[in-house]
Each structure stands twice: as structure tokens, then as C-alpha cells.
């Protein structure tokens, strides 16, 4: 049963620490993505990534850092310079990555929402 | 960005047929037009796309304006889980998906 798993459901951070949000997809896809959606909002864009070892910058990556060591895992780490952390974190998967010219569509996990106590 | 507009909420009854509208007005002429879904506190999830051809798939239909200016997005049957918000975004492919506020679907029993 392919799909895409992001963990915890939910997350409480005391401010000033950093957190790590996990995503994971068996889809076998080249890209990964991690948005982040506040409440009556679209999502924004933080970090993308279209192969293991390379990522970039979306539009709000500032407060955030991102690895991709292996093609299934996309972890997202919110720092202690994020100002305002509280959100709903979505991480998302396509099969071909954004600079393919291949129109695909893209899967999404279930979510993290983080609050900063 | 590419720009959609969408209305904020719309009210279907249940069983009946929903138009969802969009407008984009500066489509270009390598822009996709995509849908998703959002249920409350999930991630959305991807309806369907076209070009210039109206497209038809098991959850929906999209009708896409001769001009593409405009396109709605059909559902046949509302059901209680078709209950979401509706995004309608344009792309360009290579290009970052951009998720406005979308239609907030009701549905009522």
C-alpha cells in the first residue's frame, strides 16, 4: 500500500528549540516537497528537492533546513529561527521532478501541525 | 505566480451536481489547469488537470473555457464527502504549484 507518511500527527515545541518533522513515501518518486498551510490559507512553498542530495529553496525557506539522504526520506527541521513556527506542515511527492517539463500531479501526506508553546 | 480566482464558499444539497468556477484571465498558453481538494486537517488531494480539452475522470469532470480564461470544475453527485476546499491553480510544467484560498464546498444533507 504505496503512499506518503509524515510523523507526529502533532507536535509541541517549547520556543527557542529546534524539531524535526519526518516524512517518508515508498511511491518511489524523484521529488519531495514541504509546504506549510496557516489557517484559512493556501500552502507555501518551503524547500523542494527533485534528487537525493540536491534540494532548493521555495518561497519561505528562511527558519528552515532540509535534507534528502535517501529518495524515500524528506525530513524538515524547524529552527529556533523560524519566527513564527505555528502551522500546518504538509510534505508532498511527485514522480518527476519540477525541472523534468513533465506535468505530473503531486501526492500528499496527512500533515504535522505544530504548535510553539 | 499565475492567478486564479475562485469564489470563497459555495452550498450544494447532497445528490445534486456542483460547478465549481475558476477565472484565470492571464493563462498562458503553457499553463495546465489543475484541481485539488483539501478535506479538514488532511493534505490535499489531487482531482484533475487539462490543457485545452475538457477532461472527465472517476471523481469529477473539468470543463475548460474555448478561451481558457475560465474553467469549472463538475461534480456530478455531491455527496457529504465531497465536502472540501477547492483549489484551482495554474502551472506551468517545471514550474512550483501555487495554492491560492480555494472554494469552500458545503454539502448539505
Known amino acids: 500500500d504505496g503512499g506518503i507518511t509524515q510523523s507526529p500527527k502533532y507536535l509541541f515545541r517549547k520556543e527557542g528549540q529546534n524539531v524535526t518533522l519526518s516524512c517518508e513515501q515508498n511511491?518511489?518518486?524523484?521529488?519531495m516537497y514541504w509546504y506549510r498551510q496557516d489557517p484559512g490559507q493556501g500552502l507555501r512553498l518551503i524547500y523542494y528537492?527533485?534528487?537525493?542530495?540536491?534540494?532548493q529553496k521555495g518561497d519561505i525557506a528562511e527558519g528552515y533546513s532540509v535534507s534528502r539522504e535517501k529518495k524515500e526520506s524528506f525530513p524538515l527541521t524547524v529552527t529556533s529561527a523560524q519566527k513564527n513556527p505555528t502551522a500546518f506542515y504538509l510534505c508532498?511527492?511527485?514522480?518527476?521532478?519540477?525541472?523534468?517539463?513533465?506535468?505530473?500531479?503531486?501526492?500528499f501526506g496527512p500533515g504535522t501541525r505544530l504548535t510553539v508553546l | 505566480d499565475a492567478k486564479t480566482t475562485q469564489p470563497n464558499s459555495m452550498e450544494s444539497n447532497e445528490e445534486e451536481p456542483v460547478h465549481l468556477p475558476c477565472n484565470h484571465s492571464t493563462i498562458s498558453g503553457t499553463d495546465y489547469i489543475h484541481w485539488y481538494r483539501q478535506l479538514p486537517s488532511q493534505g490535499p488531494e489531487y482531482v484533475i488537470h487539462?490543457?485545452?480539452s475538457n477532461v472527465n475522470n472517476r471523481m469529477a469532470s473539468l470543463a475548460i473555457a474555448e478561451d481558457r480564461k475560465s474553467s469549472t470544475l463538475i461534480l456530478h453527485r455531491a455527496t457529504l464527502r465531497d465536502a472540501a476546499v477547492y483549489y484551482c491553480?495554474?502551472?506551468?510544467?517545471?514550474?512550483?504549484?501555487?495554492f491560492g484560498t480555494g472554494t469552500s464546498l458545503t454539502v448539505i444533507p
Open positions: 528537492s527533485q534528487i537525493v542530495n540536491d534540494f
Open positions: 487539462g490543457l485545452t
Open positions: 491553480i495554474l502551472r506551468v510544467a517545471g514550474n512550483q504549484f501555487y
Open positions: 508532498a511527492s511527485s514522480i518527476f521532478p519540477l525541472t523534468s517539463g513533465v506535468n505530473s500531479e503531486q501526492f
Open positions: 511511491l518511489n518518486h524523484d521529488a
